[in-house]
């Protein structure tokens, strides 16, 4: 039916007479409400995997993070606000790297199982906000499998392992009935907990474990699959009929798994709570093709998510500019029945390496679609958005897709440099939280952390709903659900398909223009009703400023961190520390940090401090201090409330400084001053003047040594300039 009208309140309501009414998914959430960028100096980068929303509000994220050269399982807590609330980390410091992350889920009481591969530990050691626990334990094998209960703020309450002399890496951990839990696992192993599983031995070959446990991580029954060659998991969903689905790949063409097509082909396998296999399938051309995560809808078909740089037998298509004979990597969408069969399949992406990392259903019932892009054509749209990103690097991508594989809208996040995203969480006002890997500096990207050695940081990206004043669409819309909103005025030419379901919301009128159109069977809403434009979010340009005092205590240090002033009200600010040295124990409360160390050597004690407040950039701080056992200073050193006032608030390059120590010296004690970006330093009693030279720049005072050499206290204070913009 084509129409050119204009949509009036008396129309709306015959409208409405002649359509169903029906709640739809907003179009695009392109805004960025947030960004925060969690890394630290590190030699093998920091990676971040899974997000979801925690019973209580917050979000809770996994990944891998590296500090002073070793590898740590890593789960945290953030607020709405993507701020830190607390983290955990799992590391042995005999072991460099093969700790990481791999899944959890949540217990309604709020508690967490965390599923860790680990690798040639001899103590476990678990570090959190406020202390650590360290337990020595045998490892198993080279790389095994950990299962670890942690409290609502992620302190270990238990832990299991389960491996044997080989190399076992888990995938997956599933909640199901009577408080039990799937896990799943690829292994090498035959022997330890991997007996008597059915694990091919007559050669080293990996093969797929699945393992039922109990709420103690007792195990229950276990089960392999696999053949002559190499078997991988990466997921499990339970489907409709109440058996569950895994999806992998798979290099083998014996034991019951199918004939091989290729280097490496999709699989697919069905089995029951009893954990017998029921069916599988495998599916693939010449080259790799790898699931990454599968769907089971409520009407028993299952949608997997594929990357492929195949395209012949499965995975044929016809060579074209935007996806030619090139071998990189695809993404692609399959369809099946419950039974496996095929009954759709797409190809996405562009000429370049496309890669799928995560696959889930929206709340109206479509797809979202997360991972990385290097394409710049095909269905890859916005990546020149930024000047001179078209430099064959990775770009995070998200997608939202109807339910028959039609692109509803794509968009892409990241900088300059490598960028990709591992998993979203859809809230319930349709607004996504992002989590993935940075390295860029510029863009999207705010806040990263430079090393030397690997400058991936863990990248946790909030995207919400602009509210446009004026929208002008112009769309073949087909088989999608979809609303388009505005504060004052939609004018509209879309063609809308049958089974499509469509919702236009303005405050003061919709048009619509000449070639609109609608098929039978589409259903449509016209509402005058449209979103609301928010306040600005601008972010104040002057930054936070940031004290700190730190003070010699017992065997480690304390540090108070005070922003803008010690009288400063601290409700204003949200403060998280985070633990650059394992090494060391820190219990962090308010604005306090205490250190101690454990060792009877003395070490330094690296933090990582971040000061968030609305309306304001975010401050990030990474500093040290001795653990004060040395340089003669006394154990029972006092605490150091010394201030030091600078004589302005905001400075340029170039501008003379003068600050004063509010602390008093003893006889014959001066002050020592360590600047940073400041010249011309002289010290005269209290006083310290100085110039800037550049920004970042702070100076870092404390009281000298004695005549003799002592050194009374370790107390210091480090202030940090505010750049006038």
């Not at 888990?170 to 690829?186: C, D, E, H, M």
């Not at 004043?469 to 509209?492: R, Y």
């Not at 609301?532 to 010699?552: D, F, G, R």
Request: charged share 20%.
């Amino acid at each position: 039916m084509k129409t050119s009208a204009k949509i009036t309140p008396l129309l709306v309501a015959l409208v409405l007479l002649l359509c169903h009414n029906y709640t739809f998914s907003q179009v695009f959430p392109s805004n960025i409400e947030w960004q925060k960028c969690y890394g630290w100096t590190s030699w093998y980068g920091d990676e971040g995997t899974k997000i979801i929303k925690a019973n209580d509000g917050n979000y809770i994220s996994i990944g891998k993070r590296t500090t002073q050269g070793f590898e740590m399982a890593w789960i945290s807590k953030q607020n709405s606000n993507g701020e830190l609330i607390w983290e955990t980390t799992v590391y042995d410091d005999k072991s460099y790297t093969g700790f990481r992350a791999m899944d959890f889920v949540q217990n309604e009481d709020g508690s967490i199982l965390l599923l860790c591969r680990i690798s040639n530990y001899q103590k476990l050691r678990f570090n959190y906000t406020n202390g650590r626990d360290v337990i020595s334990t045998q490892a198993k094998g080279g790389n095994d499998v950990l299962l670890v209960k942690l409290n609502n703020v992620g302190r270990m309450e238990w832990f299991k392992t389960y491996g044997g002399e080989a190399q076992d890496s888990p995938a997956k951990i599933v909640k199901i009935n009577n408080g039990q839990y799937l896990i799943a696992a690829n292994v090498f192993s035959g022997d330890g907990d991997m007996a008597n599983s059915g694990k091919v031995v007559t050669s080293y070959n990996q093969d797929i474990w699945i393992a039922k446990v109990d709420n103690s991580g007792n195990i229950l029954s276990k089960k392999c699959l696999g053949g002559n060659g190499n078997e991988t998991i990466v997921d499990i969903k339970q489907s409709i009929d109440g058996n569950y689905v895994l999806c992998g790949s798979s290099t083998s063409n014996d034991n019951g798994i199918l004939q091989n097509k290729g280097s490496k082909d999709i699989l697919i396998a069905k089995f029951d709570n009893s954990l017998n296999f029921l069916w599988n399938k495998t599916y693939g051309g010449s080259q790799n093709d790898e699931s990454e995560k599968l769907i089971c809808k409520p009407n028993g078909e299952i949608i997997l998510g594929i990357t492929s740089n195949s395209f012949d037998n499965d995975f044929a298509f016809t060579s074209t500019e935007a996806f030619p004979f090139n071998y990189e990597d695809n993404i692609w969408l399959f369809k099946t029945n419950n039974n496996g069969d095929i009954l759709q399949k797409k190809i996405i992406g562009g000429s370049g390496r496309d890669n799928i990392n995560d696959l889930t259903t929206s709340l109206d019932g479509n797809l979202i679609l997360v991972g990385s892009t290097r394409s710049n054509n095909g269905d890859i749209k916005d990546k020149n958005r930024i000047p001179g990103n078209n430099n064959g690097r990775f770009d995070a991508l998200l997608m939202k897709i109807s339910n028959s594989f039609q692109i509803i809208w794509q968009k892409t996040l990241g900088g300059s440099d490598d960028d990709e995203g591992n998993g979203v969480y859809e809230n319930t006002d349709e607004s996504l939280v992002l989590i993935g890997t940075t390295k860029s500096f510029d863009g999207d990207v705010k806040g990263n952390h430079y090393s030397g050695q690997d400058n991936r940081d863990i990248w946790l990206v909030k995207l919400n709903f602009p509210c446009e004043k004026i929208v002008n669409t112009s769309k073949d819309l087909v088989a999608i659900t979809s609303n388009v909103l505005a504060s004052e005025t939609i004018n509209t030419s879309d063609r809308v398909s049958s089974k499509s379901l469509i919702k236009y919301g303005a405050n003061k009128n919709i048009d619509l223009a000449p070639g609109f159109d609608t098929e039978q069977g589409s259903m449509l809403d016209f509402v005058l009703q449209g979103c609301t434009a928010s306040n600005s979010t601008a972010v104040n340009n002057k930054p936070i400023q940031l004290k700190i005092n730190t003070a010699c205590r017992e065997g480690g240090a304390k540090f108070k961190f005070m922003p803008f002033t010690p009288n400063t009200d601290l409700s204003q600010y949200h403060i998280s520390v985070q633990n650059l040295n394992p090494s060391i124990e820190y219990n962090f409360s308010g604005n306090s940090l205490l250190t101690k160390n454990n060792r009877p050597d003395t070490g330094n004690a690296y933090y990582l401090v971040t000061v968030s407040k609305a309306g304001y950039e975010d401050f990030t701080y990474q500093g040290y201090m001795s653990t004060c056992d040395h340089d003669n200073a006394p154990l029972d050193c006092p605490e150091n409330y010394n201030d030091l006032v600078l004589d302005k608030e905001y400075y340029q390059i170039g501008e003379k400084f003068t600050a004063k120590w509010t602390g008093t010296l003893l006889p014959d004690q001066g002050l020592d001053c360590y600047p940073s970006n400041v010249s011309e330093i002289r010290v005269n009693g209290t006083t310290i003047e100085g110039r800037i030279i550049d920004f970042p720049a702070n100076i870092h005072v404390q009281p000298g040594q004695l005549i003799n050499g002592y050194r009374p206290c370790h107390g210091a204070t480090e202030v940090h300039f505010r750049a006038v913009k």
